[in-house]
T-cell receptor, first 117, second 113 residues
């Protein structure tokens, strides 16, 4: 079964600085998808960024980018120019490609990010 | 578009009571799932479904039942509530195309006393 590990239960960053959240995963599949979700205090789950495993290019979305290392099974999230609104729980998630596995969306335990003014 | 509608938002149950958490989506998504979120544990998959009439167990299925009679609805039933089921529950849906994001309901905070 696929597992997702987030080794940093909590992180903090100064406003306007850069922070990197770590995520590793375990799988024997070659085709899959990885996601970062944000959960602010409102409890709403918000997609931050996604990465297809067959793409070598790292995904970027404005101030958010990933460092995808397929061989190392690592998928870190970098937040540049951190803003107070970035404070939230961040979850890394894995999903098998259709036909390749159970199609379950599996989450890590999360990293709580605090942004200090 | 309503997206994923999850009800109720809050619920208090007594030990041994039963209840059903409702989840409906209007996006014609094949894949639907239920998670529970506990402090320090992330989101753990309870049950999921890849289409009407098809359900399967996730990581923590004990104490919960599901059925999927239509594409739109995926209710979660607690047959005999226990304090260990105190949690925040999320329903999610997505197409089966893999790289598409999952859409989540607003969550249900359930307390079993």
């Amino acid at each position: 079964a696929q597992t997702v590990t987030q080794s940093q239960p909590e992180m903090s960053v100064q406003e306007a600085e850069t922070v990197t959240l770590s995520c590793t995963y375990d799988t024997s599949e070659s085709d899959y998808y990885l996601f970062w979700y944000k959960q602010p205090p409102s409890r709403q789950m918000i997609l931050v960024i996604r990465q297809e495993a067959y793409k070598q290019q790292n995904a970027t979305e404005n101030r958010f980018s990933v460092n995808f290392q397929k061989a190392a099974k690592s998928f870190s999230l970098k937040i540049s120019d951190s803003q107070l609104g970035d404070a939230a729980m961040y979850f890394c998630a894995y999903r098998s490609a259709p036909g390749g596995g159970s199609e379950k969306l599996v989450f890590g335990k999360g990293t709580k990010l605090t942004v200090n003014p | 578009n309503a997206g994923v509608t999850q009800t109720p938002k809050f619920q208090v149950l007594k030990t041994g009571q039963s209840m059903t958490l409702q989840c409906a989506q209007d996006m014609n998504h094949e894949y639907m799932s239920w998670y529970r979120q506990d402090p320090g544990m992330g989101l753990r998959l309870i049950h999921y479904s890849v289409g009407a009439g098809i359900t399967d167990q996730g990581e923590v299925p004990n104490g919960y039942n599901v059925s999927r009679s239509t594409t739109e609805d995926f209710p979660l039933r607690l047959l005999s509530a226990a304090p260990s089921q105190t949690s925040v529950y999320f329903c999610a849906s997505s197409p089966r195309t893999g790289n598409t994001e999952a859409f989540f309901g607003q969550g249900t905070r359930l307390t079993v006393v």
